[in-house]
C-alpha cells in the first residue's frame, strides 16, 4: 500500500504555480520522498526527490516540513503541457525497494 | 541519449504462447527493474537486478523469467501467458541503490486471450 495521501485533482492556471501536496506521516529517518508524473498513458517520468532539506531542479521544487511528515511539489510557471497524474512516494534506499505508486493527484493546467 | 528503450510497444498473445519483453538503458545504470500497472494500480515490481548476472524477485515474480547477461539490456520472458498477466509492463534503470530516482521506459502494452 501507498504510503502516502494526495488530493484526488487538482486545477491550476496557466502561467500560475502549483503547489500539490502530499503526506506522509508515518515516514520513516531512511526514506526518501520522490515525485514522478504520468502523462497519458506514458512511462513515469521523475521530477525531483528529497531526503530532509528542501530541492530544486530545472523542473521543480520540493519543499519538505521539518518532521517530513508531509511535502509540497511547486511547478513554478505551469503550462498546458503539465498537464497529467503526479505522484508522491516514499521509499527507502536500498536494492529491490519497491516504488509503490498510489493514484496520485490528476493536475489539470486550465488556459 | 535515448534512456530506457522498451519493445515492442503493443503485444497480442493467445493463452499458452510464450514472449521476450526487451528493456534496454544506455545510460550505464547497474540497476535494472521490471514492474507492472495493471489498471487503477499503482506499479507492483517484478524482478530487478543489481548489476550483470545478478538478479532477484520482486513482489509479483511467478509467471516470468529475466536474466542479465549484460549492463546495457534486461528481457522479461513470459513463459506461459495468462489472461491475468494482460497489463502495461514498465522497464525501470538506475545508479546504485542510494536513493537514487529510477528512470521509466514508455511501457509495453500487453493484451493475453
Known amino acids: 500500500d501507498a504510503k502516502t495521501t494526495q488530493p484526488t485533482s487538482m486545477d491550476c492556471a496557466e502561467g500560475r504555480a502549483a503547489n500539490l501536496p502530499c503526506n506522509h506521516s508515518t515516514i520513516s529517518g531512511n526514506e526518501y520522498v520522490y515525485w514522478y508524473r504520468q502523462i497519458h498513458s506514458q512511462g513515469p517520468q521523475y521530477i525531483i526527490h528529497g531526503l530532509k532539506n528542501n530541492e530544486t531542479n530545472e523542473m521543480a521544487s520540493l519543499i519538505i516540513t521539518e518532521d517530513r511528515k508531509s511535502s509540497t511539489l511547486i511547478l513554478p510557471h505551469a503550462t498546458l503541457r503539465d498537464t497529467a497524474v503526479y505522484y508522491c512516494?516514499?521509499?527507502?534506499?536500498?536494492?529491490?525497494?519497491?516504488?509503490?505508486f498510489g493514484p496520485g493527484t490528476r493536475l489539470s493546467v486550465l488556459p | 541519449n535515448a534512456g530506457v528503450t522498451q519493445t515492442p510497444k503493443f503485444q497480442v498473445l493467445k493463452t499458452g504462447q510464450s514472449m521476450t519483453l526487451q528493456c534496454a538503458q544506455d545510460m550505464n545504470h547497474e540497476y535494472m527493474s521490471w514492474y507492472r500497472q495493471d489498471p487503477g494500480m499503482g506499479l507492483r515490481l517484478i524482478h530487478y537486478s543489481v548489476g550483470a548476472g545478478i538478479t532477484d524477485q520482486g513482489e509479483v515474480p511467478n509467471g516470468y523469467n529475466v536474466s542479465r547477461s549484460t549492463t546495457e539490456d534486461f528481457p522479461l520472458r513470459l513463459l506461459s501467458a495468462a489472461p491475468s498477466q494482460t497489463s502495461v509492463y514498465f522497464c525501470a534503470s538506475s545508479y546504485g541503490a542510494s536513493g537514487q530516482p529510477q528512470h521509466f521506459g514508455d511501457g509495453t502494452r500487453l493484451s493475453i486471450l
Open positions: 512516494i516514499v521509499r527507502a534506499a536500498g536494492y529491490g525497494q519497491n516504488f509503490v
